[in-house]
């Protein structure tokens, strides 16, 4: 998408470690970031995201962390299991409560069991 | 209820040939969304619709490419005189309220123009 970049593209973790992305974006006016996990066949998954007046959210073992001075928010995943092997994307959106996502090229996760 | 459906799943088509891509967004969903996935790639924003009308088409790639939502809930992506280049996943997503960057994707259609 525009001007938004994540990464690393590809990430390799053993089973149980932990794995972290990172999107940075260059619109300051924007306000929603989501992750999307996307597996092979399907269409993305929203699997979680944060408004702009939040610094961090988790839920159980995915937990997003937001920078708004560095343009920069972040995936966590603790214990990772061999089904959180997939392609993962942010897509902030274009500007100030747009709706046009823009994703990112993505990150293929892949946990080693 | 379900989530958003597409269909059909895939699609060859021969170059030259107009193909349609049907989408039904999750029941109750005012908004709804077109996405283009190249292979390898993040999907790219191609249109929006508000009920019926279509708002924003500025994702659209060529005018050949043509969406519909007539009664505010089915939408169809059309796309004419196929080519190769169209070959992609046509991702449709829908949202609750109007406007909504909390989308929700269907499976996709997978267009492959030969």
């Known amino acids: 998408g525009e001007n938004v970049e994540q990464h690393p593209s590809t990430l390799s973790v053993q089973e149980g470690d932990s794995a972290v992305i990172k999107c940075t974006y260059s619109d300051s006016a924007s306000n929603y970031f989501p992750w999307y996990k996307q597996e092979l066949g399907k269409g993305p998954q929203l699997i979680i995201d944060?408004?702009?007046?939040?610094g961090e959210k988790k839920d159980q073992r995915i937990a997003v962390t937001l920078n708004k001075t560095a343009k920069h928010f972040s995936l966590h995943i603790t214990e990772t299991q061999p089904e959180d092997s997939a392609v993962y994307f942010c897509?902030?959106?274009?500007?100030?409560?747009?709706?046009?996502?823009?994703f990112g090229a993505g990150t293929t996760v892949t946990v080693r069991a | 209820g379900a989530g958003v459906s597409q269909s059909p799943r895939y699609k060859v088509a021969k170059r030259g040939q107009d193909v349609a891509l049907r989408c039904d967004p999750i029941?109750?969903?005012?908004?709804l969304f077109w996405y283009q996935q190249a292979l390898g790639q993040g999907p790219e924003f191609l249109t929006y619709?508000?009920?019926?009308?279509?708002?924003?088409k500025s994702g659209l790639p060529s005018d050949r490419f043509f969406a519909e939502r007539p009664e505010g809930s089915v939408s169809t992506l059309k796309i004419q005189r196929t080519q190769q280049e169209d070959s992609a996943v046509y991702l449709c997503a829908s949202s609750s309220r109007e406007g909504s960057n909390e989308q929700f994707f269907g499976p996709g259609t997978r267009l492959t123009v030969l």
């Open positions: 897509a902030p959106p274009r500007g100030f409560n747009d709706y046009k996502l823009s």
């Open positions: 619709f508000q009920n019926e009308a279509q708002l924003d």
């Open positions: 029941s109750g969903h005012v908004s």
């Open positions: 944060i408004r702009s007046n939040v």
